[in-house]
């Protein structure tokens, strides 16, 4: 099993790297009243003369059955960024700790066991089969922020809070039968309760810990996926997601065959067998697809955020425990065309912008359109606090825990995102600073004219500086699966020669001080077919998805299988930057591409027909 080296590793510039600033920027905008209302609210220490005038809205608000539910996300988030800091800011974990010692308060208050922000009859009213919008959703992420305060920042205070929380759960649960738990897990969505507990369970080793994480498994789901029976389509994603991180995470703290074999087989069922759409999406008004039956789903619903975040966390087990690039990839193309693509985008900054320009910035899209004439909805810093919202902060703070694992002495490079490593191989120092390889072109001086490439490169290049202090070890440096040619490496600018397994290209050697490595992977325009639909297409370059500024379909025409036939790179190259645009030639109207994470308030279409070259 890899593990990984998420502690070691810390961003440098790029989009993630600007994704989790903006993100942190964002999270220390809101204000501690407003993070705590529901809580002390609950906790009778907010009297009903108080104003509700100035607290969050939306799903957040005093008014809602789910309030609280953003503190929990706020506190996991808030936690790992301080975590993977170059230099820990002590401010970010003195005002995070500041919450954690607020809801133990409102704990003391309560009784000293419930510490959550809605009314302790939801979750009986769940038990007895009344509905109530997810009252273990709710418990779950405050459960989870209190836990990851105690991982990442070192908050004991939060171990202690949430224990007694697991005391209140095991309380509730205590003499229920098997299927009076299973009828409650059925009607409501329970989150990743079953994983954290799992969590819980591995700190404490507490054996009411276990038995809760068994007792929030969703027998009735798990046994049609433990047998590969596809139970899947149109039931709704991010309630599943999550409970298959419980089976993923029990299967590593008991050893259980039974749990990877279901964690492998919902991956199958969701994935392998089902297909995605061209960003790696799979979902359609929040419920999965039928298997290959994209076409039929496309609408403005395509894609909850929730679901990118959380399956990519699915793929992050199931790379750790295979090693698999599979995986890998499919975490690297929604790290494009989802988290990015749905959260946290800015207008490119422009000397000629006027005030009448659209809106500059947007915070979270639930979902992301991928029907003809599509356009994102972008919701308020403070007026809708949705379940995406939520998992906005939390995706913008875990880039730094895919990039690099350890395998015994070797390390992988599973995530091409700029970053420094610090890590010891045999007891010694070692580094590793990875960032993009700016190609020949860019501040070129006058006298180096001849290296000067004058189109836009056709490859993505990666330069890895080493310092290995004399050790040997093999670094395994993923080779994507969207790679149009042969990869190469360079090392210390000799080509080097590498072996090729399980999708990683291996480079074994005794590592001195400042080696370089320089690996390419040619890359080409590609157009990715519906599977129920072989004429309608998306384009990808590399691992990221395009779209078409159009407001409706329109018929393109060419080679399907050669779209660099009829498109042509456009706009691209600004000051010493080369832009990533394409548009089409030769058809009736012409249409510009971007990425899609680039794209903001403009209506735009992803797939299109595409014909036969026609004379224009």
Excluded at 28 to 41: A, G, I, T, V
Excluded at 491 to 502: K, L, M, P
Aim: proline share 5%.
């Amino acid at each position: 099993m890899l593990h990984t080296l998420e502690g070691n590793t810390k961003l440098r510039y790029s989009i993630a790297a600007d994704r989790q600033y903006r993100n942190l920027r964002y999270m220390q905008s809101l204000k501690d009243d407003h993070l705590l209302f529901p809580f002390r609210f609950e906790a009778g220490l907010i009297g009903i003369s108080e104003k509700f005038t100035d607290v969050h809205w939306g799903w957040d608000s005093p008014f809602s059955q789910i309030r609280g539910t953003f503190t929990g996300h706020w506190l996991s988030a808030m936690a790992k960024i301080y975590f993977s800091q170059e230099k820990p800011d002590l401010r970010l974990k003195a005002r995070a700790d500041f919450i954690v010692s607020e809801i133990a308060h409102c704990q003391k208050e309560n009784g000293g066991k419930w510490a959550f922000p809605i009314p302790e009859k939801y979750l009986h009213w769940i038990k007895t089969g009344k509905r109530v919008w997810a009252p273990h959703y709710v418990c779950h992420k405050v459960m989870m922020g209190l836990l990851d305060m105690h991982l990442y920042a070192r908050n004991d205070q939060a171990l202690e809070v949430v224990k007694h929380c697991a005391d209140w759960f095991y309380d509730f649960t205590n003499g229920m039968t098997r299927e009076a738990l299973d009828d409650m897990l059925e009607i409501e969505e329970t989150g990743g309760i079953m994983e954290f507990w799992a969590d819980l369970y591995a700190i404490t080793k507490d054996p009411n810990h276990l038995e809760l994480m068994r007792r929030y498994e969703r027998h009735r789901l798990f046994e049609p996926i433990f047998n590969g029976i596809d139970v899947l389509s149109n039931l709704h994603a991010n309630t599943t997601v999550p409970e298959v991180h419980g089976a993923a995470r029990a299967y590593e703290v008991t050893g259980e065959e039974r749990y990877r074999t279901i964690t492998e087989n919902y991956w199958k069922l969701a994935v392998d067998d089902r297909g995605t759409f061209v960003t790696g999406g799979q979902t359609s008004g929040e419920v999965w697809t039928p298997p290959g039956k994209q076409a039929s789903r496309l609408n403005d619903r395509n894609q909850e955020h929730c679901v990118v975040y959380n399956m990519m966390r699915l793929s992050r087990y199931l790379y750790r425990w295979t090693g698999h690039t599979k995986y890998a990839d499919y975490y690297e193309r929604n790290l494009y065309n989802g988290i990015f693509a749905q959260g946290y985008w800015e207008k490119p900054w422009d000397m000629m912008a006027n005030e009448d320009s659209p809106a500059p910035q947007g915070l979270i899209t639930y979902y992301l359109p991928l029907w003809a004439g599509g356009q994102k909805l972008w919701g308020s810093k403070t007026e809708h606090f949705w379940c995406c919202h939520c998992s906005l902060v939390q995706a913008n703070a875990f880039f730094h825990e895919s990039i690099f694992f350890r395998d015994g002495g070797d390390i992988h490079v599973a995530q091409y995102i700029p970053a420094n490593l610090a890590t010891q191989v045999n007891g010694k120092e070692i580094t590793i600073t990875m960032e993009p390889d700016p190609q020949a072109g860019e501040n070129i001086r006058i006298h180096e004219i001849d290296r000067k490439i004058l189109s836009r490169p056709s490859s993505d290049r990666h330069k890895l500086t080493v310092n290995g202090g004399g050790e040997s070890f093999t670094l395994k440096l993923r080779i994507p699966q969207w790679v149009a040619d042969e990869t190469t490496v360079e090392i210390n600018g000799q080509a080097a020669s590498y072996e090729t397994v399980g999708g990683h290209a291996l480079l074994s050697r005794t590592w001195g001080e400042n080696d370089l490595v320089i690996i390419t992977f040619p890359k080409k325009l590609t157009a990715h077919p519906l599977p129920d639909l072989p004429n309608h297409v998306a384009f990808t370059w590399g691992p990221v998805a395009y779209a078409g500024l159009t407001d409706k379909e329109r018929t393109l025409y060419g080679d399907i299988q050669n779209p660099e036939s009829f498109m042509i790179p456009d706009n691209e190259r600004l000051w010493s930057m080369w832009l990533p645009g394409w548009r089409t030639v030769k058809q009736p109207t012409n249409i510009r591409f971007v990425p899609i994470y680039e794209i903001g308030y403009e209506k735009y279409t992803v797939y299109f027909p595409v014909e036969i070259q026609k004379t224009v």
